[in-house]
């Protein structure tokens, strides 16, 4: 069971299409109780790091959050902003993150890129996986939205 967490920031209602098309329990989680319920756990966002996480914040479920994940042990996802809000700390925003992951979410140099593609990025794009040991078993040609 999926618990999508619902801070008010991400497009929760199109991961539910996509669970409940591929007939898997997911719903959205605005309470500790939801968060409880869950096997799994999807953080989403969408926007601006510091607005993500004041939002996170002002919801309530923060605590109920770290519990879950950091005690419980409950595997989560981090989607966009969602992710890198379970770093230390972004260069797009002043706020601190969770702290799940000892990183710090660091601006992509547009300078790498070489003119291949604009920032900010998104579409679909094929990927070719380095290690396909683990997350990336069995995808003969993977393709991501960025």
């Known amino acids: 069971m999926i618990a999508l967490v619902d801070y008010g920031l991400g497009n929760i209602q199109a991961f539910a299409n996509i669970y409940r098309r591929l007939g898997i329990e997911a719903w ?4 500790a109780a939801d968060l409880r319920r869950a096997s799994r756990i999807i953080l989403p966002g969408v926007g601006a790091f510091d607005w993500a996480m004041t939002r996170l914040q002002d919801s309530g479920l923060r605590d109920a959050l770290d519990e879950e ?12 902003v969602g992710m890198q809000m379970m770093a230390r700390s972004s260069e797009e925003g002043v706020l601190p993150g969770l702290g799940w992951i000892d990183a710090k979410v660091v601006k992509i140099d547009a300078r790498l890129l070489q003119g291949k ?11 070719n996986p380095l290690n396909r040991d683990t997350l990336f078993a069995g995808l003969d040609a993977p393709k991501y939205y960025f």
């Open 28 to 31: 959205a989680a605005s309470t």
């Open 69 to 80: 994940v950091l005690v419980a042990k409950k595997p989560v996802l981090g989607i966009c």
């Open 117 to 127: 593609t604009h920032l900010p990025h998104m579409g679909w794009n094929d990927a």
